[in-house]
Every structure is written in structure tokens, then in C-alpha cells.
């Protein structure tokens, strides 16, 4: 049994004739890797090993240390909220604590009810000029509010947002381009919608016994 | 359109921002007809030769804009032309250093800009293929950055033969992962590579032996985004700006406490003033100026009465800090310096790479102090030992400035800011903006703290 699909494995096994040598595929395979299962366990860094021909430890090492590999589930909707120095200075840790009360969870590593949100706290994301800002599917949402915060969450709910000021408030405001699903260009794959799930589906939330990471430690 | 905040439109000085904020200028047609796009990738392609296109670089006195301020040209007349064998650009894209927002302004506004600047340089320094090496976080910016290199393509402007030049040139995108360190120039070729993302020890530089064991050239956005108009009009015309040894104008983000944060096109050797009480237009209101980084959270902070400072490199490194990454992060006098510098090494502590050992080890140990401070359970012992580990941080002891940048936030806001930390280390108080129940503006203590307390 499997934790990556055949057609997947298939497609990871491509990857390295994109690159000058094999081994940059790595990421790019632990991308599509995360990008069907929603996260990385133990046998889908396993997988991707055969399917590259290295070393399983070698997979797992590269995945443990970049904060976009995710270890354990995260939440269908996972924000990533920047809680450097531009962004606390205008009130990032208010949005955090507002956002945790909203989703009802208890901290980072926990997973909202029906596996719908989850949140980290992250490092600087470059948009400091738009501070308190977050990352939230694939798209940045700047001068966070409460109120905004609520509106993201009713959205993707399914809810309407609620009407203020005589027009429906977009949620986030004042975003740049309207959402647009990240098409994998040339030459490197990461981001595709998998063939083998329906848009925005994750698998059941377990297999929890992978330790969340802990850098530089 | 991406919303813009920050410089755009005409102006003396704004040589890269010119054309920002003109209608679609992310798509060729625009950037060709409004902006005079793609002239000077035709005029260094079919007019001049590889070894003049650097030459008019070194000229320009072009410095590196992605935080050392190597001279450009220079680097690229490091890469032997002539070798045998492969070559790569490799762009550095991985825009992460805290309060630095510039390069993902170029990509959202003229990612054309930094396609035929990636080209000419290409071109100049004997490379047929150049890698983008971009932050994985940036979605917009990738998918804008994709769709330009896409459009250049299907025109002719990159492959085989580019501009009818039978010179085949390609550029190639890699996103990272989330890792600060890949900013750092031979982590982010590890990470290219498919490895861990950890320093590499040098010689040999990279120009020697780079991505993938080859030759290479690594620079910034925004260095390369200014190439093109170096090419259209001289580097003598480009070296009339700034100052005679930090040439030209660079792109500041200024964040934090002021009214409008933005990126702001600033030639070099303006104030700080200038750039933040008035492009900013000021702290916020009914506060005053209490700090700045000059140059992103590693750069030593300058106090409010350094505000004169000049923005070029000289001044800054006589100031005892430097120009960094260009992200000008404005505190005001409601925040705490001591959460500040608390904040910014747990940043540093969680992006080590775990390489070297003073950085390993001492950026944990620093908050760790920080921790027993901000709990009331310091006394003069924690503030020697930071004083200790910041030396310890500092001056080379690393593979790379991680450490050093670590080490200096500590340094620089104990040097100016001796008797805030004294407060809390031995008085056991907060001084900062009146009573901290009352002002409500402290940087709030560590949640995790908070919740164990």
C-alpha cells in the first residue's frame, strides 16, 4: 500500500532530467509529494526516494529543513501569519491571537474541527509595506483586521462575508489580482492540482507521529 | 494591478520605478511600447560586445543591492568568459530579510525588468542558462515572473537564437522552500542543488565553482532590474547619481511606525530623514522616532538622533551599521527595544542553519536571556552574558553573516539603548510609553510565556 499514486510516482520520476543534475529535483518532488497527500510522512519521503534513486534519510533530511514541508496535517486552509518585526510593530500578535479564538484552536500544531484551518506564525514575507500581513491558499492578504480575518474565515466556510458599508467587503480587501491558481510553467512542477483528489480535499488527519520540526536545534 | 506603495511615475531619480504603476506593464506589449522595453537587451545583443557590456557596469560603479554592495561589474568580470563547458546566472529571488519588501515590488510591478536584465547579463558573462532562484512563498511573483519569461519566449527574446543572435539563451525558475539562509549566496546554490541549505565554505567563490560545480554569477533582483537602464543610457550617466563610491539610486522599504509605508526609490546619500519623515510621511501620530534599522533587522540600529545619516554605504558603515538589504524598519517610542532585539533573535535562533557553532548555540542562548530578562529574572550576569554572546557571534566566526547579523542586533541596542535593558535586567521595570497596561502598545510578551505563566 502505497502513500503516493502510481501516476504521481510516475511524474516524480521526470523531474531530474529538468536539472543539469538529478538531485535538484528533490524539492520539487517533495512539492507534488505534499501537493496530493498534504503533508509529508514517513513513507511518501520514502517513495520519493525510490522513485529519485537517493537515499531515504537523504529525502527526509532535505524535507526537515525547509518550513514549507509540512510534517504533520495542516488544516485545509492553513494561514501563514508574519509575525516578524514590521509586522508585530503593527499589531501581528492582535491578529494572531484573534485568529486563534476564531478557528478555535489551541496553538499552531492543532487542526480546526473537520480539518477545515490551521495556522503558524512565520517569519518575515517580504511585503512589509502591507504589514500586518499573511499568507493564506497561495495568496498574500495585507492590512490585516479582525474584521478581515472573520470575513476569510466565513468565506471559506462558505458563507457570505457580511455586508458592511452598503457593499459586500472583499475578503482580505485590497488584495492584488484575483486569485488564480498557480499553473506549474516550465520547467519546475511544483504546484498542480492532483488528479486523484477533488479540489481542496486532504486526507483523513493522521499519522501524527511525525515530530513537528525543530530548526537549528 | 498591484497596489502600489511606494515610488512610481516620473521623477529625477527614478531610474527602475519610472514606469511603475502604467497599466499592464507586466505584460511585454506594454513594457515594449511605454516603457522602452527590451531596447537594451537589442542594443547589447547586436550592438556591443560581452567584455563592453561589463565594462559600462563597471563604469556605472553599480554595487550589489542585495545587502554586501559588491561592485557588479567586478563580479561579473570574476566568471571566465572563455571556459569551457557550462555557465550559469543564478538569481537571487529569495527576498526574506525582515522589513525587506523591494524585490517582490519589482517582480509584481515589471517583471520584464528583471527578465532583460537577467538576459544581458547572461549574455555578458558567457552563460546560455540562468536560474531564478525564488522564494517559495511568492506566489504572485512567480506566476508574474513566469508568464513574462513565457511571453519573452514566444517573441524571441530568449532561446536559440534571441533577437536573431545565435547565442541561445534560457531562464529558468526554482522556488525555495522557506529558509532565510538561502538568501545567503552559497546556501541558496546547496538549495538549488537539491541539498540542505547550509553555507558552503570558501574559495572556491562561486565565479570558480558555483551552482551545480560551475561557473556562476549570483545577484540580486534589483541589481539586475538595473542593468537595462545602464545599457540605454551609460554607466557615467548612471554614476551622476549618489555618491561617488555608492553610485546610483536603490529601492528602500520603509515599514513599521510610519504613516505610509512603502518602497521608495531614494538616490543614494539622502538622508534618512528625508526617507522617512518625508517619503514616509513621518512616524505615526502623537509619537515620536524612537530607532531605525537602516538596512533590514541585520543592519545595526541607528537612534532617533542619527536620523541625518546618509543612505550610502560609507555613511552607514561610519555610522557603525550598514546599508544591508535596504528594508528600513521604524520603530516608534511606544515599543520596548528590548522585545524588539528579543523578537529579532528568536528570528535568527530559528534560522540557523545549525552549521557553525557560535551561531547554533548562541542564538538560542540569547533568547534564552532575553527570556530570563523579560521575566524579571535578570540581573547584571544576563546582560554580560549577552554582551558575551554577541562577541562571540560577531567577526567571522561563521560561514556566513547569519551569526554576525545575530551578534550586531544585540551590540547595536545595547550600545544605544544601555539603560532600557539596565531597566529591565536590574530594575525589573519597563520605562518605555508610560505604564505598559496603560499605552497597550508594548511589543506583548511571548505568548508561550504568557500561557505558562
Not at chain 2, 551609460?234 to 553610485?247: E, I, L, N, R, V
Not at chain 2, 510621511?281 to 536620523?307: D, I, N, Q
Request: include cysteine.
Amino acid at each position: 500500500m502505497s502513500a503516493l499514486s502510481p501516476h504521481l510516482l510516475a511524474e516524480i520520476k521526470e523531474l531530474p532530467a529538468r536539472y543539469p543534475q538529478p538531485r535538484s529535483a528533490v524539492m520539487p518532488a517533495l512539492d507534488l509529494a505534499q501537493e496530493e497527500l498534504g503533508y509529508l510522512n514517513p513513507e511518501a519521503m520514502s517513495e520519493v526516494a525510490a522513485a529519485l534513486e537517493l537515499d531515504p534519510g537523504y529525502v527526509e533530511g532535505v524535507a526537515t529543513f525547509y518550513t514549507l514541508f509540512h510534517l504533520a496535517p495542516t488544516g485545509k486552509h492553513h494561514f501563514y501569519v508574519c509575525t516578524n518585526l514590521s509586522c508585530t510593530l503593527r499589531g501581528a500578535d492582535e491578529i494572531v491571537e484573534h485568529l486563534k479564538k476564531a478557528i478555535a484552536v489551541t496553538g499552531p500544531d492543532a487542526v480546526s474541527a473537520e480539518g477545515l484551518f490551521s495556522y503558524e506564525e512565520v517569519e518575515c514575507l517580504g511585503a512589509c509595506e502591507f504589514a500586518p500581513m499573511m499568507r493564506l491558499d497561495r495568496r498574500y492578504y495585507y492590512d490585516l483586521t479582525a474584521e478581515k480575518i472573520d470575513d476569510l474565515i466565513a468565506d471559506r466556510k462558505g458563507h457570505l462575508p457580511a455586508r458592511r458599508g452598503g457593499r459586500r467587503a472583499a475578503p482580505g480587501g485590497e488584495t492584488q489580482v484575483p486569485s488564480v491558481p498557480v499553473e506549474a510553467p516550465h520547467p519546475s512542477p511544483p504546484v498542480r492540482k492532483s488528479a486523484l483528489r477533488a479540489p481542496g480535499e486532504r486526507v483523513a488527519r493522521e499519522g501524527r507521529d511525525v515530530p513537528r520540526k525543530k530548526k537549528g536545534a | 494591478m498591484p497596489e502600489l506603495r511606494g515610488s512610481f511615475g516620473d521623477a529625477p531619480n527614478h531610474l527602475l520605478t519610472r514606469w511603475f504603476g502604467t497599466p499592464d506593464l507586466h505584460r511585454l506589449g506594454v513594457y515594449e511600447s511605454k516603457a522602452g522595453g527590451y531596447s537594451a537587451l537589442r542594443k547589447a545583443l547586436l550592438e556591443m560586445a560581452p567584455a563592453d557590456i561589463t565594462s559600462e557596469v563597471k563604469t556605472s560603479g553599480l554595487r550589489g543591492r542585495g545587502g554586501a554592495g559588491f561592485a557588479t561589474g567586478t563580479k561579473w568580470s570574476f566568471i571566465n568568459r572563455d571556459a569551457p563547458g557550462p555557465k550559469y546566472v543564478v538569481i537571487n529571488a529569495d527576498e526574506s530579510e525582515p522589513g525587506t519588501s523591494k524585490d517582490r515590488y519589482i517582480l509584481e510591478n515589471s517583471p520584464h525588468l528583471l527578465v532583460e536584465g537577467i538576459l544581458i547579463a547572461a549574455y555578458a558573462v558567457g552563460a546560455n542558462q540562468a536560474w531564478v532562484y525564488i522564494r517559495g512563498e511568492y506566489d504572485e511573483p512567480y506566476r508574474m515572473l513566469s508568464e513574462a519569461i513565457e511571453e519573452a519566449r514566444a517573441k524571441g527574446y530568449l532561446g536559440p537564437k534571441p533577437m536573431g543572435k545565435d547565442y541561445p539563451l534560457d531562464i529558468r525558475l526554482y522556488r525555495g522552500h522557506g529558509a532565510y539562509i538561502c538568501g545567503e549566496e552559497t546556501a541558496l546554490l546547496e538549495s538549488l542543488e537539491g541539498k540542505r541549505a547550509q553555507p558552503r565554505s570558501r574559495p572556491p567563490f562561486p565565479a570558480v565553482k558555483g551552482a551545480w560545480g560551475r561557473p556562476t554569477l549570483l545577484n540580486n533582483v534589483e541589481t539586475l532590474a538595473t542593468v537595462p537602464w545602464i545599457i540605454n543610457n551609460g554607466g557615467a550617466a548612471y554614476a551622476k547619481f549618489g555618491t561617488d563610491k555608492s553610485p546610483g539610486t536603490r529601492l528602500l522599504s520603509v515599514s513599521g511606525n510610519v504613516r505610509k509605508p512603502g518602497v521608495y526609490e531614494v538616490e543614494l546619500g539622502q538622508s534618512f530623514r528625508h526617507v522617512i519623515m518625508e517619503l514616509a510621511g513621518g512616524v505615526t501620530e502623537g509619537r515620536s522616532l524612537k530607532v531605525f534599522w537602516p538596512g533590514g533587522s541585520s543592519a545595526p540600529v541607528l537612534p532617533a538622533s542619527m536620523l541625518d545619516t546618509k543612505t550610502d554605504m560609507e555613511a552607514l558603515a561610519a555610522a557603525r551599521s550598514m546599508g544591508g538589504s535596504g528594508g528600513v524598519i521604524v520603530m516608534d517610542d511606544s515599543h520596548c527595544i528590548v522585545r524588539a532585539a528579543h523578537r529579532l533573535l528568536k528570528f535568527y535562533a530559528h534560522e540557523s542553519c545549525g552549521k557553525c557553532t557560535p551561531c547554533r548555540v548562541g542564538g538560542d542562548w540569547a533568547v534564552r536571556t532575553y527570556d530570563r530578562i523579560l521575566a524579571n529574572e535578570g540581573s547584571q550576569t544576563e546582560l554580560d552574558t549577552l554582551q558575551r554572546v554577541s562577541d562571540g557571534l560577531q567577526n567571522g566566526r561563521c560561514l556566513c553573516g547569519l551569526g554576525d547579523s545575530a551578534g550586531w542586533v544585540i551590540d547595536s541596542t545595547l550600545r544605544h539603548f544601555r539603560e532600557e535593558y539596565e531597566d529591565h535586567a536590574l530594575r525589573h521595570e519597563c520605562n518605555v510609553g508610560g505604564p505598559p497596561a496603560a499605552s497597550g502598545r508594548h511589543l506583548p510578551r511571548d505568548r508561550d510565556e504568557a500561557a505558562s505563566a
